[in-house]
């Protein structure tokens, strides 16, 4: 028989191609399969983070040797806040029950830490009062006016009933006389705010809120035992989940109530809302999170804030409020001028956050000035010098090199496609060690001469329709990341692109608050770009991909980048985080922000090369990326 001629292969058309790397999964792990397919997952969390710290604070607090002791943790949730932070969770009848049972010579009863008695027998008490933890880490105490635990409180776990003599009954009756006396005249100077403002402020007030809470990231605070959040779940404020329209929204036709109709809460929520709006916009509104809303809170922000503004910037024109309880009025008065102080601080860069991710509270610090280079500043330079026209000891040599030669931003570097991505991986690489990281990462828009040429097309609804593939985040473990996994590369790799999406997605949030208001921008969801660095403690509590990659610590600086004569605030970062061991501290922030900073100058002159025809472009660090560099242990070389 003659032979057959073989059969012809069809090639794939690039379209089939495209659909095909499409369906497939993006974990690095499971790069071979198709996305979905895997039949269980590779971590279960239920339980982990902060779930599990109220189970542990619960347990720690009932084997507490007094009371004073039990609330100490309870309330701190076990030394994770602050007590003078925790406090303010407080209602005021609260706190003066937990002033009359913490009292000097108070004699423990049965059923308390250190008592005497049948444990569980109240007899002989004129009041028996819960201590427990809401799912939100608030401790709640009963007392005689509110004698019913909430559910949720309940559900989550009593830690102690403790009975109540007559001689507590007096001492905490004489205590909240000052309870309610500052609690009407609270209600009363709200009222007269609100009235003053008249019907076109009360509304102009509740549509400032209701746009503040839904630019800023989670905000949770409590008036009294009401939660008031923007939080997937239980949120009932204006947010990603909840639109400013929906009846189950606080804020939802307040304004368009006669004032007489308000409740005496809602008064006060929204008189200390706008105060803390009007002393410095959205953020300033995080520096709540975790406190009740109320004005002796809102005078002592007042007064830490204009403490650390006149620190820093010691000729600030900012009123001192006066000792003791300040009206409404003086706080009215006093919120512009920290309004005016912060802008010029937060455009020098001269505050900081410190982010307690506990309660998700943002306290504003002072970012102290530096002078020569710093450790990180050498050691990066050490490592970009053998790639560079020549070597430098300093970012600003650095840059005055690359300026020299113009061309090396876009010539394939090391392995790298471009000078650019080999400069930001190595950047980022050396950032790791040179921090004490385990995990560090920068990210960025892919195509700055795309961004350039829309911008000068004003083409906002172009922009604004991107998706996430149009951002990066190179994204590098450390050695010690390796061990904590196991030595796993592929469970490394899998947490390292977790973070790189996360990221591609966040610059794709922000990005639009920086383009004008057109129609096609305010259609868009997003949230405030990011201004200022921050130090977070405690953040592999909540968000779900921080307790799944166990991310405790971390020091961060958002960076702007000018594009075509327009500010993009937040379009690059550098970001370093540790699983264990210390806190990032205030010299180490300081490192992080002359890196992010040098890595946003090296994006400025990339948008300014597409001007001059030299267009560059970022198409590393996606997923084959980070499974090449961290699974096979090699840097891609692209084609």
Not at 596 to 612: C, K, N, P, T, Y
């Amino acid at each position: 028989m003659p032979r057959s001629e073989p059969t012809a292969v069809m090639a794939k058309s690039a379209r089939r191609l495209a659909m095909e790397e499409a369906r497939r999964s993006k974990r690095p792990s499971r790069g071979d399969r198709p996305a979905g397919t895997t039949e269980q997952p590779d971590r279960v969390l239920d339980g982990a983070g902060f779930e599990r710290l109220l189970k542990q604070t619960l347990a720690s607090a009932r084997s507490a040797p007094s009371t004073a002791d039990m609330i100490e943790t309870l309330i701190t949730l076990g030394g994770h806040l602050k007590r003078e932070d925790a406090d303010r969770s407080s209602t005021r009848a609260e706190a003066a029950a937990i002033r009359m049972l913490t009292r000097a010579g108070r004699a423990p009863g049965p059923g308390e830490p250190g008592g005497t008695g049948k444990p569980g027998s109240h007899d002989g008490a004129v009041f028996t009062s819960s201590l427990a933890l809401t799912p939100h880490g608030r401790m709640v105490v009963t007392v005689p006016g509110n004698r019913t635990l909430p559910p949720e409180a309940a559900a989550t776990g009593v830690a102690a009933r403790i009975s109540w003599t007559q001689e507590d009954l007096d001492e905490y009756r004489t205590l909240l006389l000052e309870v309610d006396r500052r609690t009407a005249q609270e209600t009363e100077e709200c009222r007269a705010l609100l009235a003053e403002m008249g019907e076109d402020g009360r509304k102009a007030a509740v549509d400032t809120i209701r746009n503040a809470v839904f630019l800023v990231p989670p905000v949770m605070f409590f008036q009294g035992s009401a939660v008031y959040s923007n939080l997937r779940g239980d949120g009932n404020l204006t947010g990603k989940t909840l639109l400013p329209t929906h009846p189950d929204c606080f804020l939802h036709h307040l304004d368009r109530l006669p004032l007489e109709l308000w409740l005496d809460e809602e008064t006060v929520v929204i008189s200390c809302l706008w105060l803390l709006h009007a002393s410095g916009g959205p953020n300033r509104i995080e520096s709540f999170n975790g406190y009740q809303l109320s004005l002796d809170n809102i005078a002592d922000n007042f007064r830490a804030m204009r403490d650390v503004y006149t620190e820093a910037d010691p000729g600030a024109d900012v009123a001192e409020l006066p000792d003791g309880t300040p009206h409404v009025s003086q706080l009215r008065d006093l919120a512009p001028q920290l309004a005016r102080a912060r802008a010029g601080l937060v455009d020098n860069r001269r505050l900081h956050y410190e982010i307690n991710a506990t309660t998700r509270r943002k306290a504003e610090r002072v970012l102290p000035r530096t002078s020569g280079t710093s450790a990180q500043e050498r050691g990066i330079c050490a490592r970009l010098s053998p790639l560079l026209p020549r070597s430098a000891s300093d970012f600003g040599a650095v840059l005055t090199a690359l300026r020299e030669d113009r061309e090396w931003l876009g010539r394939p570097c090391n392995g790298s496609p471009t000078g650019f991505e080999a400069l930001i991986h190595t950047t980022v690489a050396a950032s790791v060690e040179l921090f004490g990281a385990d995990f560090a990462l920068s990210r960025g828009i892919r195509s700055l001469p795309k961004l350039v040429d829309a911008l000068d097309r004003q083409a906002w609804k172009e922009i604004v329709s991107w998706e996430l593939p149009e951002f990066y985040c190179c994204v590098v473990p450390s050695a010690n990341a390796l061990a904590l996994h196991d030595g796993d590369r592929a469970r490394v790799a899998d947490s390292a692109w977790a973070m790189s999406a996360r990221m591609q997605y966040n610059t794709w949030h922000v990005m639009p608050g920086n383009l004008p208001k057109d129609p096609a921008v305010q259609a868009r969801d997003f949230l405030a770009p990011h201004a200022l660095p921050d130090i977070a403690v405690h953040s592999d509590l909540h968000h779900r991909g921080h307790v799944a990659n166990n991310i405790r610590y971390s020091a961060r600086s958002p960076e702007q980048v000018m594009v075509a004569g327009l500010a993009f605030k937040s379009l690059t970062d550098l970001r370093v985080m540790r699983c264990e061991g210390d806190p990032f501290n205030q010299t180490e922030l300081l490192a992080v922000t002359q890196v992010a900073g040098f890595l946003a100058g090296v994006s400025q002159m990339v948008a300014e090369a597409a001007r001059d025809g030299r267009p560059v472009e970022v198409t590393a660090f996606d997923h084959h990326w980070h499974r090449k560099t961290i699974i096979d242990n090699v840097l891609e070389h692209h084609v």
